[in-house]
């Protein structure tokens, strides 16, 4: 098992015992806001993505992480996911999604720039692409924070995304 770890942040791949905390994730207020047009997903709809973010673990070596805060006392707080995912042909997403209580302190920025340094690192990824809804400035803060750039939009999933890329060699702005 991966983990990764910085002074503050603590992740491990994502396992089925994290259902509940990935579904309280995806009906936190930001990330609805942010990232569903106002519609939290349902118990379905959220097991459903820990499903998937599963099988692409084990078919393709994709991993998304829990994001865990480190707390004073030892103890880990959940804050979000983070983590690549397959994408159309051979590009590889990142995916990052945090609650408003972890969101504005640089959790995500910090978490991705792990996923990045892994991607180009161990899995020997040579492209990443990061997709991010037009409203969500905080997401497209943190793709340029990291090197990626914009490369136009993207109708993926039914939606329309602005299309983030990174080449493995490119530097980031960090």
Same mark, same amino acid.
């Given at each position: 098992?991966?983990?990764?770890?910085?002074?503050?942040?603590?992740?491990?791949?994502?396992?089925?015992?994290d259902?509940?905390?990935?579904?309280?994730?995806?009906?936190?207020?930001?990330?609805?806001?942010?990232?569903?047009?106002?519609?939290?997903?349902?118990?379905?709809?959220s097991?459903?993505?820990?499903?998937?973010?599963? !099988?692409?673990?084990?078919?393709? @070596?994709? *991993?998304?992480?829990?994001?865990?805060?480190?707390?004073?006392?030892?103890? =880990?707080? $959940?804050?979000?996911r983070c983590?690549?995912?397959?994408?159309?042909?051979?590009?590889?997403?990142?995916?990052?999604?945090?609650?408003e209580?972890?969101?504005?302190?640089?959790?995500a920025?910090?978490?991705?720039c792990?996923?990045?340094?892994?991607?180009?690192?161990?899995?020997?990824?040579?492209?990443?692409?990061?997709?991010?809804?037009?409203?969500?400035?905080?997401?497209? !803060?943190?793709?340029?924070?990291? @090197?990626? *750039?914009?490369?136009?939009?993207?109708?993926?999933?039914?939606?329309?995304? =602005?299309? $983030?890329e990174?080449?493995?060699?490119?530097?980031?702005?960090?």
């Amino acid at each position: 098992m991966t983990i990764l770890e910085t002074g503050r942040l603590f992740l491990r791949p994502l396992q089925p015992s994290d259902a509940d905390a990935l579904f309280q994730l995806h009906c936190d207020p930001l990330v609805v806001r942010l990232t569903t047009h106002g519609q939290p997903m349902t118990r379905v709809q959220s097991d459903e993505r820990l499903d998937l973010y599963l !099988r692409e673990e084990r078919d393709f @070596g994709l *991993t998304f992480f829990a994001v865990f805060e480190k707390q004073p006392n030892g103890d =880990l707080l $959940f804050a979000g996911r983070c983590g690549l995912r397959s994408f159309k042909y051979d590009a590889v997403e990142i995916g990052y999604c945090f609650s408003e209580r972890a969101s504005g302190r640089g959790l995500a920025t910090e978490s991705a720039c792990l996923i990045v340094a892994d991607a180009f690192g161990r899995l020997d990824r040579r492209k990443l692409v990061g997709l991010v809804r037009p409203t969500n400035q905080q997401s497209q !803060r943190v793709l340029k924070k990291l @090197g990626f *750039t914009q490369n136009g939009m993207t109708f993926y999933r039914d939606v329309d995304y =602005l299309c $983030f890329e990174r080449n493995k060699g490119d530097s980031a702005y960090i």
